[in-house]
Each structure stands twice: as C-alpha cells, then as structure tokens.
C-alpha cells in the first residue's frame, strides 16, 4: 500500500527548528530574497518602482536614488510598521502553515512569546494576504456546490418540558450565518458568507464560468443554476451520492472548517468567518503540497499584499 503524502518526507520540506536558529542577517535576507525575488533580493522602491536605492550600514533601510523616500523590507506590505523581529514573523508563517486544521491566536502568542492581541492581528494579517490570492479566481469544469451554518448555537433548556423547537426563527439568537462554497474538482476552492443558503446563488453564478458542470443537493434554491449551468443533482434525504452526481468535496472542506471551529478555536466569531473559511478553503487546495511550498506562498503573498486597512492599528481602533 502506497504511503500516504502527508506520512511521506516529501511534505516535509520546511524546519521551524533552523527557522528560529536564524540570525537578524539571515531573516532580513530571506525577507528581501522573497519580496523582491524578481531582482534576486535587491530592494526596489515601493513608491515609484526606482531599481537603484542607497543601503544604510548602520540600519537595514534604503533610499531609493528617485524620488529620496526611505523604505524598510516590508514598507508597504502588509507587515508594514511592525515592531516584531523579522524572525519572529517567519517563525508565525511556519507555524501557520503547519496547522493542518488552523492555528488559535493564544497558542500562537505562547510560541512567540509575545501578547495575545499582537498574535492575534498577526495571524489574521496573514489570513487576509492568502485571501487576497484567491479574489479573482474563476471556477470552470466539474463544480460542487453547497451550505453549511454556523455560530448561533442556542442551548436547550435543562428540563425536557421547557425546550423549545430550535429549528424555528423565533427562537433563535439571529446571529447563525451560512458558508457557501464552490468546489472545483481537482481544482480552487472559494467560499462565502451570508445570512441563507440562497443568498450564495448570486455567488456560484459569478464565481463559475459558462460551460461549466454544477453538482448540488436537492435545495430548491440551487434550481435557479439550471438556466444557466449543466445541473447534475443528488437528494440528501435519500443517499449521499449516486452515479451521476455527488458534494463530497464540497462536504470535506465543510469537515476541515468544522474542525478547525471546534477543535482549534472553539469560537469563531461571525464577522471573522469569512477570513476563517477562507483559511480553510486555501489548506483544502494545497493539501497535497510541501509545508516549505505553503510557507513560500504564504511569505509571498505577504510581501505582495499592500497595508492593511483593517487589520493595521487594529487595536486602536
């Protein structure tokens, strides 16, 4: 029986032991290595695009040579008025991308040694880079559609004679919201987030190319796609999947979210799932390559990301 690739050394590629063993030189150089990797590491100016910039000895910064402005490494990316050491920001990475279900914020902030808040906007920071890869991804061939809820969870009462039917909107707490998810086999995966199910319409019809193949559940709001889409179907009440149809790709995203929700953060705040499902959504796709390919990418998306407007002062509202 062949060994399966997350078992094999194949998908050991990166080591967080020589990660942390790095020197102040070592991390400043992979950093500029990454961003710039295009001028094999020499600093090119965020402002104006110049290719001739200064080097201070006594400070790593540059001045770019046209327009005079002084930049550090991560000057407008996201990582943009840190105060963490390079280091330490390569560690997060890796130890982000090694969470095969997540990584929570407070087990994150022990590792650095650092407060939970500033672990926190870290991580979230690199949720929003890797989310920003997928924005403009467009779906086509075989896709699997489908809905799952979460948050809202409303406790039964103690005594059988007090429990209310929780499945009715009067007794809800409001504050339930579903993941939409379309699935492209062997492919991307994208998500999103609204109040229904059927609110996701809008967003499989924009997300997935003409041409392509749908696979749904039995939900009478999916039946909208058939104008426009090959709809292939499959009735939940009656089986999981039958020859023609089946969302178990779509089902095995839902199952890695849940276990990232239950077993890693507990509680994911519903203004939060969308970065969270996202996460997912990413782990999903490149579950079949090397934790040193997921630290590349992630570190690149990063250095590619401008500041962020959400998560920068983030704290000080």
């Known amino acids: 029986m062949a060994q399966h690739f997350l078992l094999s050394a ?8 020589k990660v942390m063993r790095m020197t102040d030189e070592q991390a400043f150089d992979a950093f500029r290595a990454i961003r710039w990797a295009s001028t094999e590491g020499d600093a090119v100016c965020p402002k104006c695009g110049c290719f001739e910039c200064y080097t201070y000895a006594a400070r790593r910064i540059f001045k770019c040579k046209g327009c005079g402005s002084q930049f550090s490494v991560t000057s407008g990316t996201i990582f943009a008025s840190r105060k963490m050491d390079l280091r330490d920001i390569l560690a997060a ?12 914020a407070l087990q994150l902030s022990r590792d650095l040694d650092c407060q939970y808040k500033t672990a926190f906007v870290l991580a979230h920071k690199i949720r929003e880079a890797v989310a920003s890869e997928q924005q ?23 005594r059988r004679e007090d429990r209310k039917d ?25 998500t999103h987030v609204a109040k229904s199910e059927a609110e ?49 790709m779509a089902e095995s995203f839902f199952s890695r979210l849940r276990r990232a929700e239950i077993g890693t953060h507990h509680h994911i705040a519903g203004r939060y799932l969308a970065a969270y499902a996202t ?13 040193g390919e997921q630290f590349l990418m992630v570190a690149g998306a990063t250095m590619a990301h401008p500041v962020s407007r959400q998560w920068k002062g983030y704290w000080q509202r």
């Open 10 to 17: 194949a998908a050991r590629t990166l080591s967080l032991a």
């Open 93 to 104: 990475i890796a130890i982000f991308v090694n969470g095969a279900k997540g990584y929570s």
């Open 136 to 158: 403009t991804s467009v779906l086509d061939g075989e896709v699997e559609v489908d809905g799952a809820y979460f948050g809202g969870y409303v406790k039964p009462a103690n």
């Open 166 to 190: 929780r499945r009715r909107k009067v007794h809800q707490t409001g504050k339930r919201q579903v993941v939409v998810v379309a699935r492209e086999r062997n492919g991307e995966t994208l």
């Open 200 to 248: 996701g319409v809008p967003f499989v019809l924009g997300a997935v190319a003409h041409g392509s193949t749908i696979h749904a559940d039995e939900a009478s709001h999916w039946d909208s796609l058939e104008a426009r889409f090959l709809t292939k179907r499959v009735n939940h009440s009656v089986e999981y999947a039958n020859t023609e149809s089946n969302t178990n």
């Open 279 to 291: 996460e997912m959504a990413w782990r999903e796709d490149n579950r079949r390559v090397s934790n």
